[in-house]
């Protein structure tokens, strides 16, 4: 099977979007990055090794992330929104009929803001480390990872060499201030109010050890998906689908087949 993999830009909504494609299946899938992430940081052994056969997997760079620059990240209030109506334009200007989405972290609130909003397109969502809301404790780990140079070598590196050190530590304080803004709105709301309109199959898979969302977040969403499946994985962190990629890709074919 082709292990090629094709990267280019394509003109969506006003910006040039960056994406990576692989595979020659039916089933499309799109892979939706975390905050500062890109499919390259993102997703390698997805992209590696997820079934060529029978999925075609994109990986995209989200508007002000990655190689979808210019423009700079900004994070005005409906920045959820534009990203999940630029993963679906994106999928349609390549021609996908319908796809199927795999969203970690922020990439998991997009890909049920995505799924909520464009019924239609939407096959089936796997989303791990989302939430729908903020709460004063998730504003406390929001502050914990506000200075980049605080962060593990291990994390930063990637994204500091992707980024430079001073648009990936600038990005990164953007970003909690961005995230901080649905702490002022009723009940912390990001998406809550859109679960409910989510149509599509849905695996939530949650780390237990995840440091930066607590499991609280993964059972609301489980609650207000109806029909949704939820998979803990014992020892998984935020970055389960990196640490436990075997696992974690099965789970993730099973399920899309």
Known sequence: MSSL???AKVAVNGVHLHYQQTGEGE???LLLPGMLGSGETDFGPQIKNLNKKLFTVVAWDPRGYGHSRPPDRDFPMDFFERDAKDAVDLMKTLNFKKVSL???SDGG???LIAAAKYPLYINKMVIWGANAYVTDEDEKIYQGIRDVSKWSEKTREPLKTLYGYDYFAKTCEKWVDGIQQFKHLPDGNICRHLLPLVQCPTLI?????DPLVPRPHADFIHKHVKGSR???????KHNLHLRFADEFNKLVEDFLQ
């Not at 898979?205 to 050890?209: A, L, N, T």
Request: hydrophobic content about 45%; glycine content about 12%.
């Open 5 to 7: 993999v094709t990267s």
């Open 27 to 29: 089933h499309a899938v």
């Open 102 to 104: 795999l969203g970690w």
């Open 109 to 111: 609130i997009t890909a």
């Open 205 to 209: 898979v949650h780390g237990e050890k």
């Open 230 to 236: 939820l998979h803990l994985m014992p020892e998984g």
